[in-house]
Nanobody, 123 residues
Framework: QVPLVESGGGSVQAGESLRLSCAVSGVTATIPCMGWFRQSPGKERERLARMDWRGYTIHDGSVKGRFTISRDKAENTLALQMDSLKPEDTAMYYC?????????????????WGQGTQVTVSS
């Protein structure tokens, strides 16, 4: 098991920023792949960004240029810096991890998921 706990969500105005964190416990080695996702009511879960063990990152089109994924190995946390937030970014945000690699994360089939943190952006 790889417990994941997200934090940093909240309510902001459009144009503001938030930084989400995902704390990883129980694993000391670098996890092969971790990523961020979001889901709004009535919509499918959406892939946002992922990072592999080398630090290679992919940001998906809807948030590219506004959101940045990063990892703090010393703190064993994954972060998502979200800038220029829009009302359509309102969603529950989840982090995920997979010990097998990013191919499973990219297809939303990651082994481990956090409980999520809510982000609300008002206009």
């Amino acid at each position: 098991q790889v417990p994941l706990v997200e934090s940093g969500g909240g309510s902001v105005q459009a144009g503001e920023s938030l930084r989400l964190s995902c704390a990883v416990s129980g694993v000391t080695a670098t996890i092969p792949c971790m990523g961020w996702f979001r889901q709004s009511p009535g919509k499918e879960r959406e892939r946002l960004a992922r990072m592999d063990w080398r630090g290679y990152t992919i940001h998906d089109g809807s948030v590219k240029g506004r959101f940045t994924i990063s990892r703090d190995k010393a703190e064993n946390t994954l972060a998502l810096q979200m800038d220029s937030l829009k009302p359509e970014d309102t969603a529950m945000y989840y982090c995920a991890a997979d010990l097998r690699g990013c191919s499973f994360v990219s297809t939303l089939e990651a082994q481990y998921w956090g409980q999520g943190t809510q982000v609300t952006v008002s206009s």
